[in-house]
C-alpha cells in the first residue's frame, strides 16, 4: 500500500537542526515541515522526506538550522542617530546621562516619517544578522514602527515613550497622566495581542523609567497592562542616578518601591538591570519580572549580573539597546561581547575561566528573549507546534573553517554575516543574506541623506 504524503508549505531538508529545546536536542541531518506558519514536525531528513509533500523544497546541506534571535530592548526610533555621539565625542565630552542629553531630545525631533524609515533601516538590518523577533522599549511614533515591521516581515511589540514628568525633557515628549494612560491603551486595542503569535505585530506599554513617571503613571500603566494582556517595557535599575532617585523620594530602592507600588510581577520588563543585587535578584524570580541585558553597553555603567540572573530562573533576554551605542543590530555579536563580560563578572572574581558555558549567553538571546517577552509557548525553539521562525546559517566561512562541530562554531564563533537565509512564520523574509521584502538600497540612501539633517539636532 502506498502511503499517501501529507501536503505542507515548505520542508526544510539536510540541515544541522539545533532546536533549543530543553533537552538540547540537535539533528545533523535534519528537517522541519512547515504549514500554515506553523512547524508541523522536527526530524531526521530521511523520515519527514518520506512522509510529506512540500511546495516548496528548502535544500539546507551545510547549513545550521536554529531559532531566530530575539532582540528583548529595542529603541527602534534612535536608528537614524547611529554613530552620532562617536563623532561628536571626538569633538568634545559629552554630557551625561546620555539618554537625558543626546537620546530623548533626538527622538523629539522626528516625524512619523523618520520614525518609519528607522523601523526599515533595523528591522531589515535585523532580519539579515538572524534576529526574528524584537521588544520594543518605547519611543515616538509607535504605529509607524508597526507598520514597518508589518513590511518587513520582521515580529515584533511596538510601545510608545511613556513619561509624564521628568528633568530636561522636552515639553513635546511629556504627557498629562491621563493622556499617557489613555495612549497606551489605543496603541495595544489598535494593535492586539494573540495567544499564538499568529498576529506578527502586536504592541505592548512602556513607561521610560521611575524618575520620568509619577507613581499613579506607573500603577495605571501596571492596571491598563493586566487588563489587555500585555507587559510594560520599562528601564531598571540602570544607573547610580535611579537608585539616588528613589531612595531620595521614596525610601527605597527601585524593586523595592516597585514592589511598593504592587506592580513588580510578571506584567513588567526590566531592561538592563545592571545594579540589581541578590535580594533583588530573589525579587525576580519569585515575582516572575523579566529582564533583558544589553551587553554593548552595560559594562561601562557596572558589574550586570545576568548570567546569575540567568542560572536563577529569571527571564532574562539580550538586547541591542538600538544603535546609538556601538552600531551594531547583530545579537550574535551581542552574545558573544556578554560571554566575554560575564566571564570577567562571574569568573575571574574567583578564578575560573570557565565561569560561563560557551551555549549560555547565545540561549539567552533565543529562549530568552522569547521567555521576556512571554512568547515562548511559540517561538524561542524549533518544536512541533511553535511558529516556523527559522534562521539558516553558513558553515563555509573563514571562521567556520575546520570547526569540530557545527555546534561548537554556533555558539562560539557564529556571527550576522553567515546568516543565509531567514522565516519569519514560515515566509523566507531574507534569502542568500538579502532582504526580499523591502529595497534596502533605497531605505539606506533615504537614512544616509536623513541623517545629515538630523545630526544638527545633536550638540
Known sequence: MIQQLQEIDTLIQNAYVVTFDDRGTVIPDGALAVHGGKIVEVGTTSDLRGRYSPAERIFASGRIA??????????????LMRGLLPTLGMTRPLRSPTWQEYLVPFENGLTPDDVRLSGELAYSAMLTS????????????????????????????????????????????????DEALQRNVELVERWPK??????????????????????????????????????????????TYEIDYALENFGKRPVDYLLDLGVFDDTLHGAHSILAGDEDITKY???????????????????????????RGV???????????????????????????????????????????????????????ARAMAADSYTGT???????????????????????SPEAFLFECASGRDVDRVLVDGATVVKDGEVVTVDTGEIRMKAAARQKELAKNIA
Not at 536554529?66 to 536608528?79: F, K, N, V, Y
Not at 512541533?384 to 575546520?402: E, H, I, Q, Y
Open 66 to 79: 536554529m531559532p531566530g534571535l530575539t532582540d528583548a530592548h529595542l529603541h527602534t526610533a534612535q536608528t
Open 130 to 177: 538572524g534576529t526574528t523577533s524584537f521588544f520594543e522599549a518605547g519611543g515616538p511614533h509607535p504605529d509607524q514602527m508597526a507598520e514597518a515591521a508589518v513590511t518587513t516581515g520582521i515580529r515584533g511589540a511596538v510601545s510608545l515613550s511613556t513619561m509624564d514628568g521628568g528633568n530636561r525633557i522636552p515639553g513635546s515628549m511629556t504627557m498629562t497622566t
Open 194 to 239: 494573540d495567544p499564538d503569535g499568529s498576529t506578527r505585530v502586536t504592541a505592548c506599554m512602556s513607561l521610560r523609567q521611575i524618575i520620568t513617571c509619577t507613581p499613579e503613571l506607573v500603577q495605571g500603566i501596571h492596571r491598563e497592562a493586566r487588563n489587555h494582556g500585555v507587559k510594560v517595557h520599562t528601564h531598571l535599575v540602570e544607573g
Open 285 to 311: 524570580v519569585v515575582h516572575g519580572v523579566s529582564a533583558c541585558h544589553c551587553a554593548k553597553g552595560n559594562y561601562a555603567i557596572g558589574t550586570p549580573p545576568a548570567v546569575r540572573m540567568w542560572r
Open 315 to 369: 527571564n532574562i533576554g539580550l538586547g541591542t539597546d538600538g544603535v546609538a551605542n556601538a552600531g551594531t543590530l547583530d545579537l550574535f555579536r551581542v552574545a558573544a561581547i556578554a560571554r566575554v563580560g560575564q566571564e570577567h563578572v562571574e569568573g575571574m572574581t574567583v578564578h575560573n575561566r570557565d565561569g560561563i558555558g560557551l551555549e549560555e549567553p547565545l540561549r539567552m538571546g533565543v529562549l530568552g528573549g
Open 382 to 404: 524549533l518544536e512541533s507546534g511553535k511558529r516556523a521562525d527559522v534562521v539558516l546559517l553558513r558553515t563555509d566561512s573563514p571562521d567556520a573553517w575546520a570547526y569540530s
